[in-house]
């Protein structure tokens, strides 16, 4: 079956824009978490959705939104980017909220310049 | 919130040998994951293994829940081994990984 499917794989943005990603889960997966990895800060949990309801979210600032819709499909939105936005975004997809497996997509490099 | 630390954080061996990857946790988890992050940095799925032990091929994990650690031993490593090994833990947090820094495995013809 197919994986998780992250698009666009890669993005150069110019700060102050503002950015969607999005993210595909595996099919029957109703969970969806987003991840940011940096080299000086590792990967860092941003939120989790689902059911279309954000159920855990980590400590990043409110420019960093997300969202979920029937499908289970979901987007991330940066605002108002700053060069330290500069990351690989990574979502995972799991069956349930806890307590499963969670498989990641190949991401997103995001640079802002 | 759960502390995760990962040992070695380097590690270089020849090919042919074996290692094992140590990773300890601060707190009670739901369950624990090892991933293998390939060069263009995608999490590949190694084991789900909130407790007990578990082996696929040449790569063997070990997770003692009520000591709070895991291990991954990596037998005849291959250079195409190399890369960044995660563990990661989901505590009483539900729906929230916490992944430790790596341990970067090179391994040389």
Redesign the interface.
């Given at each position: 079956k197919a994986g998780v499917t992250q698009t666009p794989r890669y993005l150069i943005k110019t700060r102050g824009q503002q950015v969607t990603l999005s993210c595909s889960p595996i099919s029957g997966h109703r969970s969806v978490s987003w991840y940011q990895q940096t080299p000086g800060q590792g990967l860092q949990f941003l939120f989790e959705y689902f059911s279309e309801t954000q159920r855990n979210k980590g400590n990043f600032p409110g420019r960093f939104s997300g969202r979920q819709f029937s499908n289970s499909r979901s987007e991330m939105n940066v605002s108002t980017l700053e060069l330290g936005d500069s990351a690989l975004y990574l979502c995972a997809s799991s069956l349930w909220s806890e307590n499963t497996e969670a498989f990641f997509g190949q991401g997103t490099r995001l640079t802002v310049v | 919130g759960i502390q995760v630390e990962q040992s070695p954080p380097d590690l270089i061996l020849q090919e042919g040998a074996n290692s094992t990857l140590r990773c300890n946790f601060s707190d009670s988890v739901?369950?624990l994951?090892w991933?293998h992050q390939n060069p263009?940095?995608?999490?590949i799925?190694l084991f789900?293994i909130?407790s007990g032990t578990k082996q696929n091929g040449r790569l063997s994990a070990t997770t003692v829940a009520t000591e709070r650690y895991s291990l991954l031993y990596i037998s005849s490593s291959q250079t195409t081994d190399s890369g960044v090994y995660?563990c990661?833990v989901?505590g009483t947090?539900?729906?929230?990984?916490?992944?430790g820094?790596?341990t970067t495995l090179t391994v040389k013809p």
């Open positions: - | 739901n369950n994951q991933f263009w940095g995608q999490l799925n789900y909130p995660f990661a989901e947090n539900a729906g929230k990984s916490t992944f820094d790596g």
